[in-house]
């Protein structure tokens, strides 16, 4: 059973920087697309930022385009999201994610394809 495991998060004022963790335990194995997914209060989950299998490509949504970057370790276990120049608009609970289907996959923009996720950490960027 893979379990992704979530650290960090937190509130912050507009302007400033916080970094996600994502670490993975279990049956793991390595060469799986994984992805960054938030939820603001009242809306649906959206895409923020994915990262293909090889690690070689990655993915962002407009909105964070330019400010966020995901990457994940050399071992393929742990997934970093850094997040700069945060938002009001970024408010809201963050998951990481990955899924059984995408073993040497390229990057997945939909939550349908993920089946596992982590926890969820509260990001709330506010004055």
């Known amino acids: 059973q893979v379990q992704l495991r979530q650290s960090g998060g937190g509130l912050v004022q507009p302007g400033e920087s916080l970094t996600l963790a994502c670490t993975a335990s279990g049956n793991w194995i390595t060469n799986y697309a994984r992805g960054w997914f938030r939820q603001a209060p009242g809306k649906e989950r959206e895409f923020v930022a994915g990262i293909n299998w090889s690690s070689s490509n990655s993915r962002y949504s407009d909105s964070v385009k330019g400010r966020f970057t995901i990457s994940r370790d050399n071992a393929g276990i742990t997934m970093h999201l850094q997040m700069k120049d945060l938002k009001p608009e970024d408010t809201g609970v963050y998951y990481c994610?990955?899924?059984?289907?995408?073993?040497?996959?390229?990057?997945?923009?939909?939550?349908?394809?993920?089946?596992?996720w982590g926890q969820g950490t509260q990001v709330t960027v506010s004055s």
């Open positions: 994610a990955s899924g059984s289907g995408l073993y040497l996959a390229d990057i997945a923009t939909s939550s349908r394809d993920y089946n596992y």
